[in-house]
């Protein structure tokens, strides 16, 4: 019985020779959106090639990639010519293409990248100018179409998650010519409303779909928001301008719910959290202050408050003695000094400290006297002063020099011979 069990890679080999014989397979045309491109190093191309319901992974290798005249690039819509086959290493079915030309989305492709490089350069995309998301919002507004999955997944995400969240919806075009302005609009009027935090959206789609998403006026219109705005559009692998420019992108509309808002488990193990902290810090509060009373209790003081009064009472008999002691010795040094002033002789007889004093006086004006150039002048003597300096030496003198003779009754000018 066990005979009839075959390995992976036998089955794996049968398929691939069923597809490489089917003649419908052996020549594919297809038409999809490149993403996920990758250049080798040896000239072969890797990407996917998706469209609005299912994707296929793609193979082109060097020697038919080096005859395209352009360059692939995630986004682009190309139409492929090649064969599906099965790549044995992993069992899936990819397609090898053998030509490749673009779909007319190059010039969406090069307009994106040309929006983004500018509002980049301006600053649009700086991680400072992003507002931070509330934790825990009362009210959500949602800009994106009425109808579709995207409205239906964001509002049941939201209602499971926190339902006491208020849901306004500002129904918008999301596709189309007229949707950039729908967009701008509603966004807009969101700000009127009072939200905490505002999803900007739609489902998944080609690059044409989403194209209202890579509009400067859209992008412009939710930088400028003042509400903290999610972007979700598309899916996880499709990247808008808006992207770029909300305060946090959400990879699905799905995404956006949970990122909006908080899980109401989530808040309540959090509040539980709180609560035995904080009983376990008021306890532990308790406890500490309990041992400091119970410490003040404990002393001495507190036991035999009368000891208090007693300590006092000694200090205050000491400082009063104190005291009385220093009044009494201040008294008697003042005491004994005033006597000793009565004793002094200035106070029994002045006049003897004056003519002491006059005595003093006139032997110093004696002395004064018999010392002062004034009395030799006066017995026939002169002083002789070059400059008015008083000259002792011929040395001191030169020729025609101006010398002034003092005397005892004036000044005689003279000049060296």
Known sequence: MKDKYISIIQLTRY????????????????RGEISNFKAHSRGHFYFTLKDEESRINAVMFASNASKIKFVPQDGMKVLVTGKVSIYPANGGYQIYVSDMEEDGIGNLYIAYEKLKKKLEEEGLFNKEHKKEIPKI??????????????????????????????????????????????????????????????????????????????????????????????????????????????????????????????????????????????????????????????????????????????????????????????????????????????????????NILLDKKKNNYLRIISKLETLSPLLTIKRGYSITKNNGKVIQSVKDVKKKDRLEIEVSDGIINAEAL
Not at 15 to 30: A, M, R, T
Not at 267 to 273: D, F, G, V
């Open 15 to 30: 398929l691939k020779y069923k597809i490489d014989n089917d003649p419908n397979l052996d020549q594919v045309f297809l």
């Open 137 to 350: 919002p009362n009210k959500v507004g949602v800009v994106t179409a009425p109808t579709g999955a995207a409205i239906r997944d964001i509002i049941s995400t939201i209602k499971r998650r926190w339902p006491i969240c208020e849901i306004i919806l500002f129904p918008a075009l999301v596709q189309g010519e007229e949707a950039k302005d729908d967009i701008v609009r509603q966004i807009k009027r969101a700000e009127d409303y009072n939200i905490d935090t505002l999803i900007v959206g739609r489902g998944g789609g080609s690059i044409e779909d989403l194209w209202a998403f890579n509009e400067e006026i859209v992008a412009r219109a939710i930088y400028n928001c003042p509400i903290p705005t999610i972007s979700a559009v598309g899916h996880e692998i499709d990247f808008t301008i808006a992207d770029f420019v909300a305060d946090m992108r959400a990879p699905t509309p799905t995404g956006a719910g949970e990122l909006a808002v908080p899980n109401l488990t989530d808040i309540r193990n959090l509040l539980n959290q709180i609560s035995i902290r904080s009983n376990k810090a008021v306890l532990n509060k308790i406890e500490i202050n309990k041992k400091k009373l119970d410490s003040i209790k404990s002393r001495h003081i507190f036991r035999e408050p009368i000891k208090i009064y007693e300590a006092k009472e000694q200090k205050f008999d000491y400082l009063f003695e104190k005291l009385k002691y220093s009044i009494t010795t201040i008294y008697n040094d003042k005491s004994n000094r005033y006597l000793k002033l009565k004793e002094n002789i200035i106070f029994k007889d002045p």
